[in-house]
């Protein structure tokens, strides 16, 4: 399938492939904000759009770190477009690094989202806690607390980024 799926369609494929409630209602959150940012960055807002419904599709296998590969197989399997696939096996944090990857246990790549697409939805992301909008600062905060400061380097620096690219503070939109 090259089509980018319709948002019905990208709903359908969450309870289809057995997303829980809770997992559909944060990718509709996620959505929302994602849609926004596209809108001030010109970006492809279908893709966008499809792409912030499905990021989470993988959490129907996994909840842990493994949800974003899982999702980008289940996307294979399901034929969705190489870019939608991208920005469910890159949506994850702020980026993970090839060396963060083996760290992790994930197969040894680099996942960190390339284009202004992945890059929206995978901020968009960082600013849902579950269904709540927050500041960027509540995921910063937390990843220090944790210990991992390359994490909220990451994460600040696309912040401002993307910022940058829509002429406005994220945390405002």
Partial sequence: MDIIPSPEECLALLKENGCSDEVI??????????VKMAQKAHADIKLVEAGA??????????????????????????????????????HLGA??????????GLPPKDYAPQTLEEKIVCHADNLIDNCQR???????????????????????????????????DLNLI
């Fill in 134 to 168: 927050r500041p960027i600062e509540h995921e910063v905060e937390r990843a220090l607390r944790e210990g991992y400061k390359e994490y909220a380097e990451r994460l600040v620096s696309l912040h401002e980024e993307l910022s940058d690219i829509c002429g406005m």
């Fill in 53 to 90: 419904l499905l990021h989470d599709i993988g959490r129907s296998k996994t909840h842990g770190i493994f949800h974003g590969v899982e999702g980008a197989k289940i996307a294979k399997k399901l034929n969705l477009p190489e870019i939608i696939v991208h920005i469910i096996e890159r």
């Fill in 95 to 104: 980026g993970i690094t090839l060396e963060t990857a083996k760290q992790l």
């Fill in 25 to 34: 209602r944060h990718c509709k959150a996620v959505r929302d904000v994602a």
